[in-house]
């Protein structure tokens, strides 16, 4: 073994640009994630906007989590106009958001995770698998959203184009036809021999049970730890999520409460408890690689979900209304499950109904501190086993491409100085 490895690679198969550098030297190691996309800016393109207009451009963010960023900011906005949704329109909203989980959950697996572990004619056939379950499932979303990105369909507390029982329907039968894709993907995920590798900080944050829905309507927002409970508000949210800048990155990282954490589908199933199969359960508690298990096996409990929703809605009457809105002028805050973990925004509007103030926090940026400390946890357990700096690399790089890193959201905006 090289008594230093140095590896500095730009990591492939994930949403954006971005850079990995681990250093392995006299039995310590750091590693430092980075990325390599320039200032984006939308907390600043959104000030002065009609709070109607901010949904649509905070959207824009990423193409991967539009829906995401659409809901999110939605809901912070809703709030801070009073606008109160009614529980039909917040179920359809929750479906539309889990829908986009499925399928980024499915992509994921099948195009990018999988080829770290199965080999060239393993990954042809499952991204076959892979593909054949996105169609069904961008039909669904186009059914309910109007589209897979940057949803047309709604606006603050309401559709702009009718939801009807056969719509419901619609999408719960293109539902069922993913579903044997879906199940298949997630089988061959769930059987994988995972990379050893013991958390170096297991730390995780979800929204709690208690909210019971991804895109809770107008909180109270209260988030599982191993802790504990805690009420996420806009008084707190800063000093118990808090945003480090760093030198070396576009990007920055959190801490939750001054220590490193980690969310998203594993964070979720730890919390949640529920959707685990037995077999991998002790992997989630303890790996980070299992990250991939979290999604596979939330994948296809989310698939019978919104089948079995979207026939009880359909089965029935909707109530699709909400409150008119009450007086401009407020601050409000949205914060939403999404395929990579926690989503937040916050604004503060003018009584023109005009944003004042914009803050967005997103799981890339929750994850990228735990992602290091993993990153060079493995790297120094590799190293000192023997294996290569080519090898030690393409462990690292698997296990950064498992928390299904989303670059453009990362980099939404960052400024030098502040």
């Excluded at 999520?241 to 801490?255: D, T």
């Amino acid at each position: 073994m090289s008594s230093v490895i140095r590896i500095s690679r730009e990591v492939s198969r994930v949403a954006g640009e971005s850079t990995l550098e681990v250093v392995v030297e006299g039995g310590s190691a750091r590693a430092t994630y980075s990325s390599t996309l320039s200032l984006r800016n939308f907390e600043r393109l959104v000030k002065g906007r009609r709070c109607s207009e901010v949904p649509y451009i905070a959207s824009r963010i990423c193409g991967v989590c539009s829906h995401a960023h659409f809901w999110a900011s939605s809901l912070a906005l809703e709030q801070a106009l009073g606008i109160e949704v009614g529980e039909d329109l917040a179920t359809i909203r929750d479906v539309c958001n889990r829908l986009q989980l499925i399928q980024n959950h499915v992509v994921h697996l099948g195009l990018l995770v999988l080829p770290d572990y199965v080999g060239r004619e393993g990954f042809e056939e499952y991204a076959r698998v892979a593909l054949a379950a996105n169609s069904p499932l961008l039909k669904a979303l186009n059914t309910l959203c109007g589209r897979l990105t940057n949803p047309v369909g709604y606006s603050l507390g309401k559709l702009l184009a009718p939801i009807e029982a056969r719509h419901l329907k619609t999408a719960a039968n293109y539902l069922r036809e993913a579903r044997s894709y879906v199940a298949k993907l997630s089988k061959a995920t769930l059987e994988l021999e995972l990379p050893e590798l013991e958390d170096p900080a297991p730390n995780y944050v979800a929204l709690s049970q208690v909210n019971a829905i991804t895109v809770p309507a107008g909180g109270p927002y209260y988030l599982t730890t191993p802790r504990g409970t805690v009420e996420l508000t806009e008084a707190n949210y800063r000093s118990v999520i808090q945003e480090v800048h760093v030198e070396y990155s576009s990007s920055r990282k959190c801490l939750l409460m001054g220590e490193p954490f980690f969310v998203g589908a594993r964070a979720r199933l730890l919390a949640t408890q529920s959707d685990i199969p037995a077999k991998v359960s002790k992997s989630l508690s303890t790996n980070p690689f299992s990250n991939i298990y979290a999604q596979a096996a939330e994948a296809l409990a989310t698939v019978d979900w919104a089948i079995e929703t979207l026939e009880e809605l359909s089965s029935r009457q909707l109530r699709l209304g909400s409150s008119n809105p009450g007086v401009p002028g407020g601050s409000g805050l949205g914060v939403v499950e999404v395929p990579r973990g926690l989503l937040v925004h916050y604004y503060r509007v003018n009584a023109d109904a005009r944003i004042k103030e914009a803050d967005i926090v997103t799981p890339t940026v929750m994850n990228t501190y735990h992602m290091e400390l993993s990153a060079a946890t493995l790297a120094r357990s590799l190293a000192s086993r023997g294996l290569s700096e080519g090898e030690v690399g393409k462990y690292v790089e698997a296990l950064v491409r498992a928390y299904d890193p989303c670059i453009p959201c990362a980099v939404h905006v960052i400024i030098r100085g502040e």
